[in-house]
Nanobody
Framework: QLLESGGGLVQAGGSLRLSCASS????????MGWFRQAPGKEREFVAA????????YYADSLKGRFTISRDNAKGTVYLQMNSLKPEDTAVYYC?????????????????WGQGTQVTVSS
């Protein structure tokens, strides 16, 4: 089970850090990802990190502003979001992928959280 937190309302240029806590004992073996979905749009890939944090991957448009990290001892993955823009407004979901390796495809991830709303005001 995955549970996101940390969303909220922030002004443009501000920062937020999302957290996703896992209750599973095998969290440390999963590739973890963040996706987002804005109203009326498809769910899109944001970032992913391999089981040991050794490899990270980002959507091209978000490189340099967003950082994904994980703490396997705490069973938690994070998404640090800086210099937020109104177009970053969306529901953000974390997801777990049981097979090793990075993926940007939502269907590759088998477990999903319920999402957390991020709203960036202009």
């Amino acid at each position: 089970q995955l549970l996101e937190s940390g969303g909220g309302l922030v002004q443009a240029g501000g920062s937020l850090r999302l957290s996703c806590a896992s209750s599973g004992r095998t969290f440390g073996t999963y590739t973890m990802g963040w996706f987002r979905q804005a109203p009326g749009k498809e769910r899109e890939f944001v970032a992913a990190v391999t089981w040991n944090g050794g490899t990270t991957y980002y959507a091209d448009s978000l490189k340099g502003r967003f950082t994904i990290s994980r703490d396997n001892a705490k069973g938690t993955v994070y998404l640090q979001m800086n210099s937020l823009k109104p177009e970053d407004t969306a529901v953000y979901y974390c997801a777990a992928k049981t097979n090793s390796g990075i993926s940007t495809v939502a269907s590759s991830f088998g477990s999903w959280g319920q999402g957390t709303q991020v709203t960036v005001s202009s």
